[in-house]
């Protein structure tokens, strides 16, 4: 039976939304038979960042999310505050390879182009000029990706509420942040995915005994672009997924819950 109020705090079974409320932690879900004390928000004590934010819990964090999805998203705590943090926190970091590279990239170039103005007296306004294009690459690449990532995650937190409001699913804002936070640790895989999407369109290219289809009218260049993005269309979709099966009933931590 589908919830029946629209109530955010309210007791649902995690498992089948079925409102809980007023049992003791002792009984069943009478709709699924799942134990009512797994569905406590003391069930859910937060992912490693949530309990104690720190550089070693945001790896811990998000190798966990890596590794066990459904574990982290199950005992991950409904909270915006933390999770928004992670979230943000997550996009700066899995962006910062790109700004890295591009700094890298303009330092090569100026090296190999002006090596020879170093010896002259303007070197040191030279120098100057050449650290502000390597610092500008850097950090505007950077800010170039981190940016738009964060803004298409936030995205999908808001097509995860619609989702849950069409299947009848509880998805309050807390719980697409809560969900939407641990799933960008799939950020850090973008590279990887890539790669694997550009080697997927050239197998594609040489199977199809046409190595060159691709690269030719934007019919072509759309159906490279989209078996490229493949890999990372199914990595977002099973971790989102994943978040979205383990969160949907989520139950918040109230203030009026006593402690376990
Ligand atoms: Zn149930």
């Known amino acids: 039976m589908p919830r029946t109020s629209d109530d955010k ?10 409102c809980v409320e007023g049992l003791p932690a002792g009984a069943r879900c009478p709709e699924c038979a799942r134990p ?9 004590p937060g992912s490693p960042w949530q309990i104690d934010p720190s550089a070693a819990s945001w790896f811990a964090t998000n190798w966990a999310t890596l590794s066990r999805p459904a574990a982290t998203m199950r005992t991950a705590r409904i909270d915006s505050r933390s999770s928004r943090r992670l979230l943000i926190i997550n996009c ?26 170093w010896d002259d ?10 650290a502000l294009y390597v610092y500008l690459a850097l950090f505007g690449v950077w800010a170039a ?21 069409l299947r009848g ?11 939407t936070a641990h799933a960008s640790a799939a950020a850090f895989l973008l590279p990887f995915l890539f790669v694997t999407g550009m080697t997927l369109c050239f197998l594609t290219a040489i199977v199809l005994g046409e190595v060159g289809l691709f690269l030719g009218s934007f019919v072509e260049m759309l159906g490279f672009t989209v078996v490229a993005a493949l890999p990372t269309l199914c990595v977002l979709v099973v971790f989102f997924r994943t978040g979205l099966r383990e969160c949907r009933y989520a139950n918040p931590s ?3 819950d006593s402690p376990p």
């Open 9 to 18: 705090l309210e007791l649902l079974c995690e498992r089948c939304g079925y």
């Open 36 to 44: 009512v004390a797994d569905s406590l928000p003391h069930a859910r």
């Open 92 to 117: 700066f970091a899995a962006a910062a390879p790109y700004g890295v590279l591009a700094g890298l990239f303009t330092l090569m170039g100026i090296l190999r182009t002006e090596v020879l103005l």
């Open 121 to 130: 007296e303007t070197h040191l306004a030279n120098f100057a000029l050449g």
């Open 145 to 165: 990706h981190w940016i738009p990532l964060l803004v298409l995650l936030l995205l999908i937190a808001v097509a995860l509420r619609a989702i849950g409001r």
């Open 169 to 179: 699913w509880r998805v309050t804002l807390p719980v697409a942040i809560t969900i």
């Open 254 to 256: 109230r203030p009026y």
